[in-house]
C-alpha cells in the first residue's frame, strides 16, 4: 500500500512560479510511475506530467510543455512539479498518482494510488 500526500499549492500571481511535492508512504515508491493531473471546477481531470520509476523518462501535456518540470527523488520518496510562468488557465486542484507501470498512460483509471490534492490559483 502507497500513501500519497501533496504539498505547495496556493495562491500566486500570473508568471509566477510554485513547486508540489508528493511525498509517498511505502517501500515500492522507487519502482513506481508517477503522475501529476489537475482538475478544475467542472471539467475532467487531466493528465499534467509523469515520470518513469527511474527518471529517465517524462512526459508532459501540451499546454504545460516548456513551463511546467517533473522530477523525483527515490531517496526521498518524493516527485516534485516544478510550475513557471503560472496562467490562470493553470487554476485546478493538483493530484499526484503512481503506480507500477512500465509506461505513463494519461488515463486516471490506469493509476492505483492518489493523493487528496492540493490547490493552485493563478490570480490575474
Known amino acids: 500500500q502507497v500513501q500519497l500526500v501533496e504539498s505547495g499549492g496556493g495562491l500566486v500571481q500570473a508568471g509566477g512560479s510554485l513547486r508540489l511535492s508528493c511525498a509517498a508512504s511505502?517501500?515500492?515508491?522507487?519502482?513506481?510511475?508517477m503522475v501529476w493531473f489537475r482538475q478544475a471546477p467542472g471539467k475532467e481531470r487531466q493528465f499534467v506530467a509523469g515520470?518513469?520509476?527511474?527518471?529517465?523518462?517524462?512526459e508532459y501535456a501540451d499546454s504545460v510543455m516548456g513551463r511546467f518540470t517533473i522530477s523525483r527523488d527515490n531517496a526521498k520518496n518524493t516527485v516534485y512539479l516544478q510550475m513557471n510562468n503560472l496562467k490562470p488557465e493553470d487554476t485546478a486542484v493538483y493530484y499526484c498518482?503512481?503506480?507500477?507501470?512500465?509506461?505513463?498512460?494519461?488515463?486516471?483509471?490506469?493509476?492505483?494510488?492518489w493523493g487528496q490534492g492540493t490547490q493552485v490559483t493563478v490570480s490575474s
Open positions: 511505502g517501500r515500492t515508491f522507487s519502482s513506481y510511475a
Open positions: 498518482a503512481g503506480g507500477p507501470s512500465f509506461g505513463l498512460p494519461r488515463a486516471t483509471y490506469s493509476w492505483n494510488y
Open positions: 515520470v518513469t520509476w527511474n527518471g529517465v523518462m517524462a
